[in-house]
């Protein structure tokens, strides 16, 4: 393996604390993260918080609709899930929180969950941050968005997200994946772990220019097989154990594994 995959923590270390709270993105940087990945909205109001739902009940102790709630009534909600632990002062923060946060070099990977709407007030909240450019990746499963972030804050990489269903074959084929980067004008592609993202495919994309990043890795053989593939980064939701596996992996030439 000539080249390690960059770690990054899928909504921080959410494995070991709640996603998408700092809490979880520190606790990533904590494991020896090269990133995080977290997932943005628009709020009623016109803020961006981070959360992955578009409703806050499988999260938080009352479900709300985030985008007619106020980021106020969002931040006055408890995790659920971790109540009566270390985690249960964790509320739902802010983009601008989010990237106060990160540490010099460090990247975050940005999901943007809601549509064309957030993209001024994303500009306004990037353009007040200390962040350089270079360290952030928009993501999204939408093309239209991520051409639209591309044409208006041409600065910053935008990665199209993609995952694969069953038609016959897989869908959408690698050369359809390839065509709509180049069609939107993309930096990279960003794919679930999966087995149509093999040698030739990764060629066909370091052909095309494109940097090629892996969503959601947790298990040994899949950590190997994509970062013999030489990705560009690797996300998952353990990213302590990622760090692990790939510096012995480094250390001693070959593929290992933790269990």
């Given amino acids: 393996m000539s080249s390690t995959p960059l770690v990054i923590g899928h909504r921080g270390a959410s494995r070991d604390a709640p996603e998408n709270t700092l809490g979880a993105f520190r606790l990533a940087f904590e494991q020896g993260a090269d990133g995080i990945e977290a997932d943005f909205r ?22 709300l609709e ?15 899930r ?65 051409q639209l972030l591309k044409e208006t804050l041409p600065g910053y990489r935008a990665c199209w997200l993609t995952d694969y269903r069953w038609r016959g074959s897989w869908y959408p084929r690698p050369e359809q994946v390839v065509a709509t980067l180049q069609r ?33 890795v947790d298990d040994p053989a899949g950590a190997g097989r994509f970062a013999a593939l030489e990705v560009d980064a690797i ?16 250390a001693s030439g070959a593929s290992g594994g933790e269990r």
Avoid at 66 to 80: D, I, N
């Fill in 184 to 216: 939107i004008g993309a930096d990279g592609l960003a794919s679930r772990g999966h087995k149509v993202l093999d040698a030739a495919f990764v060629a066909r994309l370091r052909e095309a220019g494109m940097e090629v990043h892996v969503w959601t």
């Fill in 66 to 80: 985030v985008r007619q709630s106020t980021v106020a009534e969002l931040r006055a909600l408890e995790q659920r």
């Fill in 82 to 146: 971790w109540q009566g632990t270390p985690w249960s002062g964790e509320w739902i923060p802010t983009l601008a929180e989010v990237l106060d946060e990160l540490p010099p070099g460090k990247r975050i990977y940005v999901e943007l969950k809601s549509g064309t709407e957030i993209v001024p007030e994303l500009a306004t909240v990037l353009a007040a941050s200390r962040v350089e450019p270079e360290r952030v990746r928009f993501l999204s499963f939408s093309a239209p968005l991520i």
């Fill in 42 to 63: 628009l709020t009623a109001d016109g803020a961006i918080v981070c959360l992955h739902d578009d409703t806050t009940g499988r999260t938080a102790t009352k479900d």
């Fill in 235 to 250: 996300m998952t939701n353990r990213p302590g154990w990622l760090r692990r596996l790939l510096s012995r992996a480094a």
